[in-house]
């Protein structure tokens, strides 16, 4: 039952959920065991975006927050499962008023995972599009850091997809895949990943989802994780009006695929001490996990 905004109480926060039923109650329930008892979370429907004055609103998803944002300017917006490169320009040009639990793993963690598998990796191949190679340039300078560098290898069109693949796959320990919907979508993950079966590589990432497709390995966010730190958002805007700068949470798991490991013979540390090792090597090299 929703409440509307003339009626909820001085400190209501508002919940915009993604259309996905399971996904929004598992959010809105997580959240309501997070939350102060000072705070009361009110689940509002698209009708109502525009009649809740500055907010603050919790969106699920990029459809949510860009249904939140055109609908009401002024509002507080505290974006859910959205990635660095959708929600930065919004923060920076709106510092204090918009804001993400990011959602996508950062790139160096990803990488680090895949070498915690294979501790002899050295070589990282990277498919972009033209319009996507900048997602890896500071990947590229941290890898040094950590004894590997990478290739990027641009795919021209839809055609030249596999072929440049196989080229990728002779330079590269491994094929590290990044939230690149041109290339890592429905319609090519089939292919890049039994691609990469047959000449005995792995592909480390995107998420969670492509592990289950056949992907090796995957860092990822726990649920648990982004609401502590959304919970911790609310604080803070709660004490001075104002939101933190987007950030990912303190915290990522690893998901692996046992099957593919087994298929291709890779002896698979357990998952805590995939994650473990890659918490070490980031540490050891001073680099915060939110970069």
Known sequence: MFTHAQESPARTVYFAGSGNAPLDQHLVQLLRDKLEPALSLTEVAEDQLATLG?????????????????ANRSAHIL???????F????AERNPGQITGVLYDVPLIRQALTGKAILP?????????????????EPLIDELPSYGMSARIFLVDSNDKLIPTLVRALGYGDFLLAAP?????????IK??????????????GPTQAYVKAGSLASSYAPFPEMVE???????????????????????????????????????????????????????????????
């Open 54 to 70: 500055d907010g603050p609103i919790i969106t699920v998803g990029p459809a949510a927050f860009s249904r939140a944002r055109q």
């Open 79 to 85: 974006a859910m499962l959205v990635e660095k490169s």
């Open 87 to 90: 929600i930065s320009g919004f």
């Open 120 to 136: 002899q990796a050295t070589k990282v191949a990277l498919l972009a599009t033209a319009d996507s190679v900048e997602l890896y």
């Open 180 to 188: 690149d919907s041109a290339i890592y979508n429905p319609r090519t």
């Open 191 to 204: 292919h890049i990943l039994l691609t990469a079966y047959r000449r005995n590589q792995i592909v480390i």
């Open 229 to 291: 730190l959304a919970n911790e958002f609310l604080e803070t805007f709660y004490e001075s009006g104002k939101f933190p700068a987007p950030a990912y949470p303190e915290e990522f798991r690893v998901e692996v695929n046992t099957q593919v490991a087994r298929s291709l013979n890779i002896p698979l540390p357990s998952r805590e001490d995939i994650a473990t090792r890659v918490d070490r090597q980031l540490t050891v090299n001073g680099e915060a996990s939110d970069e």
